[in-house]
């Protein structure tokens, strides 16, 4: 299951506090988090791989960033 | 997708060392006592080169404030990293810019400003920092309890290039009125005579040093406020080890330089009262905790296309005014006759702002 955060048009640290409450409170393994600037797609690969995920994917598309994140087993 | 050097651990203590060296530098040069760079002591000056306060001993239209926001519009541009957006309660953020301000004036800097005293030796900035650190921990109690001031949306590409436009204008300004040896005013811009608006780097060496560090910033989004946050909310030290360059290298570069004295007493530019040179940083760093960033990563937001740093600076610029119309700002002499009334008031404020403007759920 993938559980989708929306951080677009969030600044920091908004979008990292959303992704780590999404980790935190979901049984999912997969999330994808939108946001829309590099800073915050900076600020989300660094807190995600400090909390035992990894980043697969990042997408850029319409000037908006998908970063795929996947726990570590 | 190209890697981003200045967003690595390197690029940020690279980043926090060149501004680390370049600050003393435009001390030696000619700004004052350890105020190589203070983006509040410096967008205060602003203000009053503009004639929005009448404190005559501190009117410059500083260049340095103005390369930040044309540096970090370059870098933005340069790296496809320019995103015009604006809509994030800017009036509330107009309002937190002043009280920042407020706050910033009766400690007598920024965040920035505090490192570089304490790198000079000054060790009321302990206090100043101390302050710093209480008020953006009571910023990440409201961020863990939902506060949020909502999302921006994009704008046109004219719209985020309208604050570095306005800065373009201050710096066509300077050119057309420059100072005038020993004149108070240049048809509309005021300058001062004596004391720390007097004291200056070269036009073109503050005008450099302000586009590198701009460009640099915005590149490696270096952010004294974020680095205590960040450490406080997430136990993360990114940007906080290119804070502690900053102060490594600001101290041996002072050392260099003859630019180290260490005590509390006849700092320049300082006063002792070591309460409110806390609760000054106190009211500032919950300020720039609830906007999200400090006045100089505010500069490079705006050069980046954020309209609603732009206000925060343009909060900050009129907040200048209030504290020196109004008697709130510090001297060396001690805090402004109503300087402790405006920071009970801006505490107030601003927990009031913190409390109230969270996501319900």
């Known amino acids: ?73 | 997708m190209t890697k981003n050097f200045f967003a690595t651990r390197t690029g940020i203590i690279a980043v926090g060392a060149v501004i680390g060296i370049l600050a003393p530098l435009l001390q030696k040069l000619g700004n004052p006592g350890n105020m190589g760079i203070c983006v509040a002591c410096f967008e205060r000056d602003i203000s009053g080169a503009l004639g929005f306060h009448r404190a005559a001993v501190v009117q410059y239209m500083r260049p340095e404030i103005i390369g930040f926001v044309l540096g970090s519009l370059g870098a933005a541009l340069a790296f496809r990293d320019f995103r015009p957006r604006t809509g994030s309660a800017p009036f509330v953020r107009f309002v937190l810019g002043i009280f920042a301000m407020i706050g910033a004036l009766v400690f007598l800097g920024c965040p920035w400003r505090a490192l570089l005293r304490l790198a000079g030796g000054d060790l009321n900035a302990i206090l100043g920092l101390a302050g710093l650190i209480s008020g953006i921990w009571l910023g990440t109690l409201f961020l863990k309890n939902g506060y949020n001031l909502g999302r921006t949306q994009k704008t046109h590409f004219a719209a985020g290039l309208v604050m570095p436009l306005v800065m373009l204008g201050f710096f066509i300004l300077m050119l057309i009125f420059p100072q005038v040896q020993g004149e108070p005013k240049n048809d509309i811009l005021f300058y001062s005579v004596k004391g720390p608006g007097a004291m200056n780097a070269p036009l073109l060496v503050a005008i450099a040093a302000g586009l590198a560090i701009g460009f640099l910033a915005q590149r490696s989004r270096f952010c004294t406020m974020g680095a205590l946050r960040d450490l406080l909310l997430f136990r993360q030290i990114h940007l906080l080890s290119g804070v502690i360059a900053l102060l490594v290298t600001a101290g041996i570069t002072n050392a260099v330089f003859g630019q180290f004295t260490m005590g509390f007493e006849k700092q320049p530019v300082a006063h002792t009262l070591h309460i409110w040179n806390f609760a000054g940083m106190l009211l500032a760093g919950l300020a720039f905790a609830l906007a999200g960033g400090c006045p100089g990563r505010q500069l490079f937001l705006a050069g980046e296309g954020d309209g609603d740093a732009a206000v925060f600076v343009f909060g900050m610029i009129v907040g200048a005014g209030f504290a020196h119309n109004f008697g709130l700002a510090s001297s060396p002499a001690g805090v402004g006759p109503h300087g402790i009334a405006a920071v009970v008031v801006g505490l107030t404020v601003c927990l009031s702002i913190g409390f109230f403007m969270r996501k319900q759920n």
Do not use: W
């Open chain 1, 1 to 73: 299951m993938t559980k989708t955060v929306d951080a677009r048009g969030l600044s920091c640290p908004q979008p990292v506090i959303m992704f780590l409450d999404a980790v935190k409170s979901a049984q999912d393994t997969t999330f994808e988090v939108i946001v829309d600037t590099e800073a915050s797609k900076e600020n989300v690969s660094r807190a995600a791989e400090s909390r035992n995920c990894h980043v697969k994917e990042i997408r850029e598309q319409d000037a908006e960033y998908h970063l795929t994140i996947v726990k570590n087993p």
